[in-house]
């Protein structure tokens, strides 16, 4: 059975930082892409960043690009999310997702992916 165990949500001031983590079990992992996406109240849920198998791939919306950094340790079956200058509209349930993929491969699209976290929340104060 497959689990992915989001961590490293919390409280955080405007301009902060915080590190999520995505820890993944029952699945050969490096044979998966991997993603973040974000689901603030009211709204539909978004991507935020996604890499390939290996980590050589990756990909950031545009509201994150420059100020987060998605990475993965496939010895570690982790993958991370690195959040820097946080504003107040980064607030939002973060979830990691996991997709059998190509080398090389990435996804923004979130129908793509097959397992899901339960999510971690980000609260951004300003």
């Known amino acids: 059975q497959v689990h992915l165990v989001e961590s490293g949500g919390g409280l955080v001031q405007a301009g902060g930082s915080l590190r999520l983590s995505c820890a993944a079990s029952?699945?050969?992992?490096?044979?998966?892409?991997m993603g973040w996406f974000r689901q603030a109240p009211g709204k539909e849920r978004e991507f935020v960043a996604a890499?390939?198998?290996?980590?050589?791939?990756?990909g950031y919306a545009d509201s994150v690009k420059g100020r987060f950094t998605i990475s993965r340790d496939n010895a570690k079956i982790t993958v991370y999310l690195q959040m820097n200058s946080l504003k107040p509209e980064d607030t939002a349930v973060y979830y990691c997702a996991a997709v059998p993929a190509n080398s090389g491969s990435y996804y923004a699209d979130s129908h793509e992916y097959r397992y899901w976290g339960q999510g971690t929340q980000v609260t951004v104060s300003s």
């Open positions: 890499i390939s198998r290996s980590g050589g791939r990756t």
């Open positions: 029952g699945l050969t992992f490096s044979m998966y892409a």
